[in-house]
């Protein structure tokens, strides 16, 4: 979720750079990122993925400390092969979390690219001049977030 939230940060920096536009508007519009990111069948997707993947990291970290602590008390009067085995299995779970990490920003992208392409369009067959997040509008301004959302989930 902290990756979905982080995604929907960077894209509302991204409309609210362009506030400065908003004096010559004709017509604004907003989106509300909690409903779109709650309602995007392709984030929850991501989401359900993130929780796997990192439950898998857990317990692979949880395996490994099980077996260097079997190992140092299997052998104890033998620390280097224990110490050799921790420095491998830490490497192995590096290789792990960074394997996720590239996952995570693969998707990261492809959900700020699908978002950003969606709300232009939407914005476009509107006539929206000018996108903001709800949050950043107190009166007024056409809500575009049902059909940022329709055009997500049926792309």
């Not at 099980?66 to 420095?87: D, F, I, M, R, T």
């Not at 939407?122 to 000018?130: F, G, H, L, P």
Request: hydrophobic share 45%; charged share 25%.
């Amino acid at each position: 979720m902290r990756q979905i939230y982080s995604i929907a940060m960077a894209l509302i920096a991204t409309i609210v750079f362009s506030f400065s536009a908003v004096a010559q508007a004709d017509n604004i519009g907003y989106v509300d990122f909690d409903k779109i990111l709650s309602g995007y069948d392709k984030a929850l997707s991501v989401l359900s993925d993130i929780k796997v993947r990192e439950a898998e990291i857990r317990k692979m970290q949880a395996d490994f400390v099980k077996q260097v602590e079997e190992s140092h008390k299997n052998s104890p009067k033998n620390p280097v092969s224990a110490n050799q085995l921790e420095k491998e299995l830490n490497e192995q779970l590096q290789a792990k979390v960074q394997e996720y990490r590239d996952w995570a920003t693969v998707q990261q992208k492809t959900i700020d690219q699908a978002l950003e392409a969606a709300i232009k369009e939407v914005a476009q067959t509107k006539s929206v001049d000018v996108v903001l997040t709800r949050n950043a509008v107190f009166d007024g301004g056409l809500d575009l977030t049902n059909d940022v959302l329709a055009k997500l989930n049926t792309q």
